[in-house]
């Protein structure tokens, strides 16, 4: 079974410019989380979509912004990117049941110079 | 702030022993608990998860659960120099069960000399 599929796995933006990443996830799983991960840290809640609806976002400016397609994949999107935008950045799926665990992406490292 | 800590470590032990990664947490109302063991320049990797107070045994891992404490730990048995990478523990916000957000501690550092 395919795991959650990230694109692009790495990128490379200058200051000001904006960036889409791309996920999808495990088959059957209706729920999307989007994660930052700053190197040397654990990874910071950016949003959660579940059934195309946002369910939770967490502290980031409104530069970050998400949706989720009606066959269940997502983006994220990020305005105007500034140097401490550069992470790994994470989505995670999971069914939607109660308690039912995230799993990660590869990930898509970007860079902003 | 709802916060998750971890001594980031290094923790290093030799091959064959047992590690032991702690982790305390702020909100009482979590409700499920994980570990993820993330090697350099990869991405976190479910390992563990728990929900009820005690132990719960998978292979070389245990993880234990006291609530009343706000205390998460694992245990690494017979610990293989494989094993060596970032052990991340994440709790669920709240009591709502929703697992899709997750508060993550900086993660545990373990190194395992052969």
């Known amino acids: 079974d395919a795991g959650v599929t990230q694109s692009p796995t790495h990128l490379i933006k200058t200051r000001g410019q904006q960036v889409t990443l791309r996920c999808s996830p495990i088959s059957g799983h209706k729920s999307v989380s989007w994660y930052q991960q700053v190197l040397g840290q654990g990874p910071q809640f950016i949003f959660q979509y579940y059934e195309k609806e946002e369910r939770g976002r967490g502290n980031f400016p409104d530069r970050f912004s998400a949706r989720q397609f009606p066959n269940y994949s997502s983006e994220l999107n990020v305005n105007a990117l500034l140097l401490g935008d550069s992470a790994l950045y994470l989505c995670?799926?999971?069914?939607?049941?109660?308690?039912?665990?995230?799993?990660f992406g590869n990930g898509t490292r970007l860079t902003v110079t | 702030q709802k916060e998750v800590e971890q001594n980031s470590g290094p923790l290093s032990v030799p091959e064959g022993a047992i590690a032991s990664l702690n982790c305390t947490y702020s909100?009482?109302?979590?409700?499920?608990f994980f570990w993820y063991r993330q090697y350099s320049g990869k991405s976190p990797e479910l390992i563990m998860s728990i929900y009820s107070n005690g132990d719960k045994e998978d292979g070389r891992f245990t993880a234990q659960l006291n609530k009343a404490s706000q205390y998460v730990s694992l245990l690494i048995r017979d610990s293989q120099p494989s094993d060596s990478a970032t052990y991340l523990c994440?709790?669920?916000?709240?009591?709502?069960?929703?697992?899709?957000?997750?508060?993550f501690g900086q993660g545990t550092t373990l190194q395992v000399k052969p």
């Open positions: 909100d009482r109302g979590s409700q499920s």
């Open positions: 995670a799926s999971r069914s939607g049941t109660r308690d039912s665990p995230l799993h």
């Open positions: 994440a709790v669920s916000e709240g009591f709502s069960g929703n697992t899709g957000k997750l508060i």
